[in-house]
Nanobody
Framework: QLQASGGGLVQAGGCLRL?????????????MGWFRRATGRERELVAA????????NYADSVKGRFTISRDNAKNMVYLQMNSLKPEDTAVYYC??????????????????WGQGTQVTVSS
């Protein structure tokens, strides 16, 4: 089970930190990612992190503003979002990818999904 939290309403230029608690699975065996879906748009990968935490990947639209991290001792994954823009408004989901090698941050293959948390950025 994946439980995302930390969303909310923030002004443009502000920041938020999303958290995702993972239970019921071997967290260390999962690659992890954050996705988002804006109204009228397809779901897109925002950031991904490898099992070990040593590798990350980001969508071009968030590079330099968002940072994904994980704490394998606490079964948690985080998304620090800085310099938020109105176009970042979306429901954000954390996701887990099984069959992941330790050092690769995957763009696809996610099978386990959280319930989503709304992020709204006002202009």
């Amino acid at each position: 089970q994946l439980q995302a939290s930390g969303g909310g309403l923030v002004q443009a230029g502000g920041c938020l930190r999303l958290s995702c608690a993972v239970s019921g699975r071997t967290f260390r065996s999962l690659g992890m990612g954050w996705f988002r879906r804006a109204t009228g748009r397809e779901r897109e990968l925002v950031a991904a992190i490898s099992r070990s935490g040593s590798s990350t990947n980001y969508a071009d639209s968030v590079k330099g503003r968002f940072t994904i991290s994980r704490d394998n001792a606490k079964n948690m994954v985080y998304l620090q979002m800085n310099s938020l823009k109105p176009e970042d408004t979306a429901v954000y989901y954390c996701a887990g990818r099984p069959n992941a090698i330790s050092s690769y941050a995957y763009f696809d293959g996610y099978d386990y999904w959280g319930q989503g948390t709304q992020v709204t950025v006002s202009s």
